[in-house]
């Protein structure tokens, strides 16, 4: 089992950058790919990005694709998420997610521990 624990949300302004963390239990963290998606009141939980095992692969949704960068510190069984030009449709609830399995994937499905989340609000 893995215990996730997302910080570093809040509110600001568009323009404005914030870097979510998360903090994951346990000595396997490496085995795991990431994930980060976000929900926002009302919608479907959507895909924002992963990162692969060792950190070299990475794969974003168009939406954030040059203004997000996902990054991992396996010494420090942590991921995370530096957002820039933060924009008000980037608002939303934002979950770190493990995935067990081989593959990136972009599915909700494919993933097996979250996070409680942690929101962000971006003011226009």
């Known amino acids: 089992q893995v215990q996730l624990v997302e910080s570093g949300g809040g509110l600001v302004q568009a323009g404005d950058s914030l870097r979510l963390s998360c903090a994951a239990s346990?000595?396997?963290?490496?085995?795991?790919?990431m994930g980060w998606f976000r929900q926002a009141p009302g919608k479907e939980r959507e895909f924002v990005a992963t990162?692969?095992?060792?950190?070299?692969?990475?794969y974003y949704a168009d939406s954030v694709k040059g203004r997000f960068t996902i990054s991992r510190d396996n010494a420090k069984n942590s991921v995370y998420l530096q957002m820039n030009s933060l924009k008000p449709e980037d608002t939303a609830t934002y979950y770190c997610a493990a995935n067990k399995d081989i593959k990136l994937v972009t599915t909700t499905a494919a993933y097996d521990y979250w996070g409680q989340g942690t929101q962000v609000t971006v003011s226009s």
């Open positions: 346990g000595r396997t963290f490496s085995s795991y790919a």
């Open positions: 990162i692969s095992r060792s950190g070299v692969g990475t």
